[in-house]
């Protein structure tokens, strides 16, 4: 029984009276749907008046117009028409769409794909025979009144077919045409039902990148040759070239039953790798250490690994990039030769291991390859059987081996000392003595706040402080110094004011520099596109006197072309004729710098003195040679988890930024693994934690190497080492601490076991599980068991029933949405009160509304969202918003300020106001001050996402105490779901005073831990 069906049931409508229910009506146009009612309705319904089916149309018409996906009109919303085909099936039986297609397309394909006269007919097959069709929108149309709902891949399909059709005959060419059957074959691999005759048995391919693959010579050089990624050995590719006009802007390859179309970014990346094809003896080190110098990463994937074979040998293998396992300098392993598959019991020892290698056994399978590089070791993948077997014990035995021995030899050094860049002495020794330097110093100013136009709080005081500090050190070292001190990572909790105190800090090194009669460099900020509007905004409220000559926003649309060289490309473009064909390296002469800087360009220059200029990453990649010749004051990186990747051009020309003193200011320091922290540290410090592969060794093997339960422990234990390590070179403050200038901040857990820390128990929020809650509870525990006593392969079992318990824990009825619709304030609280968690949330709204404060509640399933808004409205008379996060891949500017406009009517409502949030909204910037109370409903598995959804509300700004509510509930008579997830959570918070990975509850550790 479909949710229409089970609604029909409720509200006791008549078959085939549908029509006559209130509700949105909605009709096709080409591009997509309009949803509408006759406009008194319309607006009776936004004032809550309507049917309960019209109500929630309306609370999913609102979830998405705030994802960006449906647009409001005069009287009603309207979705494009790949948004509608994407529909969840909840979304669209609520909305009343029609039925999916129920036949299959068949094809007549006439003429040669390189002639004019090619085409391709389509015919429609119904269960009853063949028909016609016309699509409009997201429907396909038998008759006016015969209409069905189409697929993503059917929608993909139909608009490829289409627009070959509106081709003139001249625009038919090859390529087109045969664009024309990679996208109905990519369709039909989507789930069209779709005969393509005989281009069934012909695969025509789109790369959807160009990778390398490395042949190894006798004289010790490599030859380069592009990959496709569709599996072409390099043998196959070489034969092929000649195929192709190098000078065009797309082409054709054909290899056996493979037809390989090309576009104009391919056939760049196919010209920039075949323009280097080989690398020297006496440069392959360098190659294989910095690829980069040589390809050009926005030509060329270089994150996808590389395939490298020995000359004689002819086998294929597959090297890995990643950043856990580019450690050495041998990553080719050119002179192993591959182990069995067998010693991969020793080197997936965690399932991060066993992620990894999964990871790279894909890629090298896509290539062709018969064996991988991975985790120093070279792994014959030939026998993929015996491959598959070994990953099997792997995931049965996921821990070390406990002979210590073993481990010892595991990891035993490799040969040779690793070579880090141009630092000559020894880890230990860079360490300490850059750590003595930054503590002798003195701060190079006392801040006279007289001229600053806000006053700074304590804590920003002393971060401040800590900046001049690292600066006066800084600018008492030689600029050539290789072991100077050059910068320092502000990694405060979000919302301290770290914008507020890099400008603080810029202005006093210009009055600095003016004291002492030394230049005023001009400074820069790089940060995400997002933010650069609001480091605007703060210069003009931090400053009483703006201490910059001016400001110029370096990107598309603002000051950009005034700085751009006309005619010259972005430098990351003019990389790919750049290398010398007989050294590899890049030829300084044939750069043609694109902006305007230096003497030479006059009054045009962008380095004047005084200047604050604001980019983004982007630019910083585009125009990195101009920009590393500038000598700047002070270079800061906002959001600086962007430059985490060691590869990213971004992150290679961050590094070669020329710069008194470097800032890296994040909230996030290590946001998926500490490789992410060693990149950033060492891109402001180099030197102090030293090169990669002692790093790996020294803070990443040994986690890797821990047991599941010495896990967390070890990570912490190593994540205090390395916070000692770094020292003064990080400042991280966390809004725990008490900061004054910020109010209190009380956790509040309805887990008896929850009082440590922060985190109170509170009796109040805790309620044991009663009536239709508990039955359902228990039958889903029940069923769960029988199950188990007869089946041998109870992991697919254990996560459905968790997925259920998760589900009854916040509703027992949460799944049979429809039943959940109420038509008044009473029968909506009657409705939550089946659920002890919704009942102990709704006495707490009733307490913040008697105090006349705000509320977030944070909740990730979308049903949950629905019915509560619909209850909430109806029980306070309030307008709740919902806000998701959950957006397009590309973000936009209406889509942000949709966001700040729901936020902005939520906090200009006076007194008691709710605003349903999802945690993975938590987008950068997002501010919630209005609110002091925030609920987790429904918690997030990380608590790193748990805690940065509820720093919303706690930000400098705040006024009120705030307090974090987390309900629960138990059941009588063992641990509840509630009681479980909150044990793991706690054993995953992070330690303030360690660098450590943020990690997640796993499905498998919950299973675990209910004992399923």
């Known amino acids: 029984m479909g949710l229409m069906d089970i609604f029909r049931s409720l509200i006791g409508e008549r078959d085939g009276a549908l029509s006559t229910q209130q509700g949105f009506q909605s009709q096709p146009d080409s591009n997509g749907l309009n949803f509408f009612m006759p406009m008194p309705a319309f607006q009776a319904l936004q004032t809550g008046q309507g049917s309960a089916l019209a109500k929630v149309q309306l609370i999913v018409f609102n979830m998405l117009t705030e994802q960006g996906i449906a647009e409001t009109t005069a009287n009603g919303f309207h979705i494009g028409a790949e948004d509608v085909s994407g529909m969840d099936l909840e979304q669209a039986e609520i909305l009343r769409l029609p039925r999916r297609l129920p ?50 891949a059917e929608m993909m399909g139909l608009q490829a077919w289409e627009r070959h059709e509106a081709l003139l005959p001249e625009q038919r060419g090859e390529a087109a045409n045969l664009r024309l059957m990679a996208e109905l074959q990519t369709a039909a691999r989507s789930g069209m039902r779709i005969d393509l005759s005989h281009f069934e048995r012909l695969d025509v391919v789109v790369p959807e990148n160009i990778g390398v693959i490395a042949t190894r010579l006798p004289d010790g050089s490599l030859q380069l040759c592009p990959s496709l990624g569709d599996g072409s050995t390099a043998d196959q590719l070489e034969k092929r070239w000649s195929q192709l006009d190098m ?55 270089l994150e996808v690994g590389f395939s490298a074979r020995v000359a004689g040998i002819g086998k294929l293998q597959h090297m890995d990039f990643g950043a856990l396992d580019a450690t050495k300098n041998d990553w080719f392993a050119l002179d192993k030769r591959p182990a069995p598959a067998a010693i991969l019991g020793k080197l997936i020892q965690s399932p991060e291991d066993l992620q990894r290698f999964e990871g790279v056994l894909q890629a090298a399978n896509e290539q062709g390859a018969t064996s991988v590089a991975f985790a120093g070791e070279v792994i014959d993948i030939s026998d993929a059987p015996a491959v598959q077997q070994e990953l099997a014990k792997a995931r049965q035995n996921m821990h070390p081996v406990s002979d210590s021995e073993s481990r010892d030899e595991e990891y035993e050094p490799p040969e040779g000392k690793e070579k880090v860049g141009v630092i000559l002495k020894d880890v230990d020794e860079i360490n300490s003595a850059l750590l003595h330097k930054a503590a002798a110093a003195t701060p190079l100013t006392v801040p006279d706040w ?21 600066m006066g050190a800084a600018l008492q070292d030689e600029a050539d110094d290789l072991y100077r001190l050059q910068g320092g990572l502000l990694a405060d909790d979000m919302g301290l004011g770290k914008t507020y105190m890099s400008l603080v800090t810029v202005g006093e090194y210009l009055a600095s520099q003016r004291a002492a009669d030394k230049p005023q460099k001009p400074v820069l900020v790089v940060a995400p596109l997002s933010l650069l509007e609001n480091w605007e905004d703060e210069v003009d409220k931090t400053f009483a006197g703006i201490p910059f000559r001016d400001v110029v926003v370096l990107q598309s649309g603002r000051s950009l072309r005034d700085y751009r060289v006309n005619g010259a490309e972005r430098e990351s473009v003019q990389l790919a004729s750049m290398i010398d064909d007989s050294s590899g390296m890049v030829d300084e002469q044939s750069i043609r710098y694109a902006l305007h800087v230096g003497p030479e360009a006059g009054v045009h220059r ?225 409705l939550m009160m089946e659920s002890g968690k919704l009942a102990v949330m709704l006495q707490l709204l009733d307490e913040i509304r008697s105090k006349g404060e705000k509320v977030i509640l944070f909740m990730m399933t ?28 590309v973000a936009t500017r209406a889509e942000d300020m949709t966001r700040k406009r729901l936020i902005a009517e939520f906090e200009a409502h006076s007194g008691f106001n709710v605003l349903i949030m999802s945690p993975v909204a938590a987008g950068v ?74 990690e997640s509850v796993s499905e498998g550790e919950m299973i675990q831990s209910m004992g399923l």
């Open 103 to 152: 036949g299959r397309f068949l094809t007549s394909i006439s003429g040669r794909t390189g002639n004019s006269g090619f085409r391709v007919a389509i015919t429609l097959e119904m269960p009853d025979g063949a028909a016609s069709f016309t699509r409009k929108g997201p429907y396909l149309f038998l008759t006016s009144s015969e209409c069905y709902w189409l697929t993503p």
């Open 247 to 301: 000078t065009a802007d797309g082409g054709v390859l054909r290899i056996d039953n493979r037809v390989l179309l090309l576009d104009q970014a391919r056939m760049e990346g196919i010209r920039n790798v075949l323009a280097n094809k080989r690398i020297p003896a006496n440069q392959v080190n360098e190659f294989i250490a910095t690829p980069t110098a040589f390809l050009d990463a926005a030509l060329v994937n």
């Open 450 to 470: 007289s001229v600053y136009a806000r006053q700074p709080f304590p804590h920003q005081r002393e971060g401040i402080e800590w900046m001049l500090k690292l």
């Open 606 to 830: 962008l380095d004047m003195d005084r200047r604050l200029v604001l980019m983004t990453y982007q630019t910083l990649r585009d125009y990195q040679f101009s920009l590393c010749r500038i000598d700047w004051g002070m270079v800061i990186f906002d959001e600086a988890q962007n430059i985490k990747n060691p590869n990213a051009l971004q992150t290679i020309a961050a590094k070669g930024l020329k710069a008194d003193f470097k800032l890296l200011a994040t909230g996030t320091p290590v946001e998926n693994s500490l490789g992410d922290f060693w990149c950033l540290m060492h891109t402001v410090q180099p030197g102090l934690l030293g090169g990669w592969e002692n790093f790996r060794d020294t803070w990443i093997k040994p986690i890797l190497a821990a047991s599941d339960d010495e896990r967390d422990e070890v990570r912490a234990h190593l994540g205090e080492q390395l916070r000692r390590a770094v020292g003064i070179f990080m400042l991280r403050r966390v809004k725990e601490d008490q900061l004054k200038g910020l109010p209190t901040k009380t956790i509040l857990s309805g887990v008896e076991q929850a009082d440590h820390g922060l985190q109170r128990h509170a009796t109040q929020l805790g309620v044991v599980m009663k009536g239709i809650q508990l039955q359902t509870y228990d039958e889903v525990l029940n069923s769960y068991r029988a199950r188990r006593a007869s089946a041998e392969d109870m992991r697919g079992t254990a996560l459905a029933a968790l997925t259920q318990l998760r589900s009854i824990s916040l509703h027992p009825r949460l799944e049979n949405e429809p039943a959940l619709y109420s038509e008044d304030g009473k029968q909506a609280r009657q």
């Open 862 to 889: 979308k049903r949950l969202q629905r019915v509560l808004k619909l209850w909430l409205d109806q029980i306070y008379g309030l307008s709740v918003s919902v806000i998701n996060g959950d957006t397009k891949a």
């Open 925 to 998: 910037g997002l501010t919630v001050i209005g609110a002091n109370h925030v609920v987790h409903l429904e918690r997030h598995w990380n608590p790193a996402k748990e805690a940065q959804a509820s720093d919303r509300v706690y930000r400098i700004g705040q006024t009120k105490p705030v307090f974090i509510h987390l309900p629960a509930v138990t059941h009588p008579q063992f641990d509840s779901f509630d009681v479980h997830l909150d044990r793991l959570l706690r054993g995953k918070l992070m330690l303030k005073d360690a660098v450590v990975t943020p």
